[in-house]
């Protein structure tokens, strides 16, 4: 039990990760005058509220992956896959913050992780399965 330490580390970290862009959003919002529900604005809100939102969406994929790693494979090895998620999403939100068009490394960095979580722990539950 004493190796989930890393896997929740690193969920933790990813959620603080979440968090930056939610903040960057919604300060966004604050400094253009955007009324809630409104996503329409000047385009440096609108990417700011676009890197929240895909943020989010490899969130959901990313940390039920991690955790289904850690349990089907090995907790340490999907710490050691997944430190890269949250540093290319990082890159991925400060290079979309300047220029949409700039976005492709961090998004590109920071994938691989959600399909080798899904794919392995697939094979490995199946593994465990079998065996």
Known sequence: MENFIYPGLLSSIALLVYYFTLLQAGLARAKYGIKAPSHDGPEEYVRKVRVHHNTIEHLVLFLPGLWLFSFAVDPIWAFIIGIVWPIGR???AL????????RGPGLYFSMPPIYIYVLGSLIGFIVKIVS
Do not use: Q, T
């Open 90 to 92: 990082i890159k991925y």
């Open 95 to 102: 290079d979309y913050y300047k220029d949409a068009e700039k």
